[in-house]
């Protein structure tokens, strides 16, 4: 106890040497840190759900040496950003990484990538809940059960729902979120496994072809169901297309970043989620990956169900039907833990923007309730984009491509500011460092993103490049406009100082 209260102490001076007061609820450790962002990037979730992006794209070959090579940029990524939230423990860290380290105007364009990206998040996981793994895999494929008559409203009105309680669940204090990410962080774990055996074991596949792993086959056009919906003869190029899997599937770590406000001992216990996260989701999934390339009867049968490949894989195992229930029930559950996470995570982005003003409304939007000691009113708005966000008839599709790219645009842009601050502005560490591999780790992880970040400009995701184009277009514009001076940002200098004065009357509203 003495060292948690001791650990809680410092947490608090580091958060007042940034200008913040404590008013978030530090109930988080080191194993939840690591469970929140965990439990987002759910391999189990994406890793299912985006499968067919890169199998039918350039086949066993593209899922997964696409794993291994997207996952590895990825991981980098994960270090890069857990040596600067060591460093700057907050809430909404994305941008406040940015802003420090690259300026006003790149944190004010790394917020509202962040933000974007977050949303769509919530809305593309709760989206595939509903398609995927509740009406397509338990109720069609498990249950037989004929969902013809469902029309868009089932759809509707059951991701409403899914997003109300999981806006309740966060309401009501960071506990309730934590006890079900960290059941979750286990329960991944757990249920992979028995996954992946179950996989093997009930495979009609009788003698393994471990060549598939590393065979590249054009699966473009209409060999691959229309997945990637042109042909091209350019297998390296087909191979790039399917690179979006993993960026969807391997995303959400900053999750660990935006949580720093509540966790203990946050400068090493931040780090340490996002990265072990990012490692065990590519190591797990990679092997998961295999299994399904391992086990499929035909690799050209599978590519021609087009998004139904990893149906495929289901449909040929032979596992008993109480063993199919209890793991079609397992990953409903996890998805929607994977999307109550992210509502976690875009609440505490919505919040910390609008503390330094960033936001219509601010003040509205960083209102922390003294009980619960959550930002409620960012909690409910976040559900409200969310559910707009899953109106637009191919939703699905924009959603899960969009929140990968507009992610990985917002963990570029701190990370490369990082690269050029570090040693300049930026000379104070936290307890995490890189040390000599700080910028050859930036450099590798920004410039390989920023070029993985370009797989979901192609079709069939073009109206994401559409958007992503709009965006960097439109935001310059309004900055000049006036925003670049009615925007303070984050606490520098003096103005630290000012809010530091404010601190003492600002916690005595909340009760521990």
């Known amino acids: 106890m003495a060292d948690d209260k001791k650990s809680m ?10 200008g913040y007061a404590q008013e978030l609820s530090r109930r988080m450790s080191g194993f939840s840190n690591f469970a929140i962002s965990f439990s987002i990037i759910c391999i189990l979730a994406g890793g299912i759900s985006s499968f067919a992006a890169a199998f039918n794209s350039t086949g066993g070959g593209g899922a ?29 860290g994305l941008y406040h990484w940015g802003s420090i380290l690259g300026g006003k105007f790149w944190g004010w364009m790394t917020a509202w ?16 809940l509903y398609l995927v793994f509740f009406k397509g ?11 013809s008559a469902f029309t868009i409203w089932h759809q509707h009105i059951f991701v409403a729902v899914v997003l109300i309680t999981q806006a309740l669940l966060n309401h009501y204090g960071i506990k309730w979120t934590t006890l079900l990410t960290d059941f979750s962080g286990y329960f991944i774990l757990i249920m992979t496994v028995v996954f992946i055996i179950a996989l093997f074991v009930y495979s009609p596949v009788k003698s393994l072809d471990f060549s598939r792993l590393f065979t590249f086959t054009n699966y473009t056009g209409d060999p691959g169901g229309g997945v990637i919906p042109t042909h091209t003869n350019n297998v390296f190029l087909a191979f790039f297309f399917g690179l979006i899997y993993v960026m969807y599937t391997i995303t959400g770590f900053d999750a660990s970043g935006h949580t720093s406000e509540e966790t203990h001992d946050a400068q090493v216990n931040v780090p340490k989620g996002m990265w072990t996260s990012v490692f ?9 990956v295999a299994a399904f390339i391992l086990t499929m009867p035909s690799l050209d049968e599978a590519a021609a169900t087009g998004f139904n490949s990893f ?17 079609a029930v397992s990953f409903v559950v996890v998805n929607y833990i994977c999307a109550l996470a992210g509502l976690t995570s875009t609440s505490r982005m919505m919040y910390a923007f609008a503390r330094d003003g960033g936001l219509p409304a601010s003040n509205f939007f960083s209102h922390i309730d003294p009980v619960t000691r959550t930002p409620t009113y960012s909690i409910w708005a976040a559900i409200v984009l969310a559910f707009i966000s899953t109106l637009y008839a191919d939703a699905f599709l924009i959603l899960a491509t969009g929140c990968a790219v507009f992610l990985y645009i917002s963990y570029t842009i701190p990370v490369i500011a990082g690269f050029f601050a570090e040693g300049k502005t930026w000379t104070v560490k936290g307890p995490f460092n890189l040390g000599v591999w700080s910028k050859p780790n930036a450099i590798i992880a920004g410039v390989g993103v920023a070029l993985l970040t370009t797989t979901g400009f192609f079709p069939p995701n073009q109206r994401v490049f559409y958007l992503t184009v709009a965006m960097l277009v439109i935001l310059p514009i309004i900055w000049v406009a006036g925003v670049n001076k009615s925007f303070e940002g984050v606490p520098m200098g003096a103005k630290i100082k000012e809010n530091q004065k404010k601190i003492a009357e600002i916690e005595a509203k909340y009760k521990d």
């Open 9 to 18: 102490e410092h947490d608090k001076k580091v958060l007042h040497n940034l």
């Open 64 to 92: 997964f040496v696409g794993w291994f090579v997207g996952g590895l940029f990825a991981l980098l990524v994960s270090l890069s950003m857990g040596q600067i939230a060591s460093a700057y423990p907050t809430a909404g």
């Open 113 to 128: 990538f962040n933000l974007l990206g977050l949303v769509f998040v919530v809305s593309s996981v709760d989206v595939y």
């Open 137 to 147: 895999l338990l109720l069609e494929t498990v249950l037989k059960y004929d969902t």
């Open 280 to 288: 065990y989701s590519w190591t797990f999934g990679l092997v998961m």
């Open 311 to 327: 149906f495929y894989v289901w449909s040929a195992s032979k596992m008993p039907f109480a063993l199919a229930l209890i793991l």
